[in-house]
């Protein structure tokens, strides 16, 4: 019986771990399509989207456009940010 309620247990604990970051990523790929449609309808006067190709073309520079921004973002930083790097160094 006790064998039982260990394997309830552990399956439970394993899909849960395995659930909520699932979740977490349908969650982030639902937000990051929203974003991207915004981006792609600004771009879509530079791509001519009357073929797939165009289509596709577009959907992955407006993904390439998101992730430079959070790059290159991220990378330089905020003025406080520069400020704390520079004093830890």
């Known amino acids: 019986m006790e064998n039982r309620v260990n394997f309830i247990k552990a399956t439970f604990i394993g899909g849960i ?3 909520i970051p699932l979740g977490i990523i349908v969650v982030m790929v639902g937000k990051l399509t929203g974003v991207m449609k915004i981006v792609a ?3 879509t006067p530079f791509i001519p989207v009357e073929t ?3 289509a596709i073309l577009l959907n992955l520079l ?3 456009v998101i ?3 959070c790059f290159f973002g991220r990378a330089g930083g905020t003025k ?3 400020k704390e790097a520079e004093h830890q160094a």
Do not use: E, I, V, Y
């Open 17 to 19: 771990f395995f659930l």
């Open 67 to 69: 992730l430079g921004l």
């Open 80 to 82: 406080s940010n520069r």
């Open 62 to 64: 407006a993904l390439t």
């Open 41 to 43: 309808s600004k771009l």
């Open 52 to 54: 797939p190709h165009g």
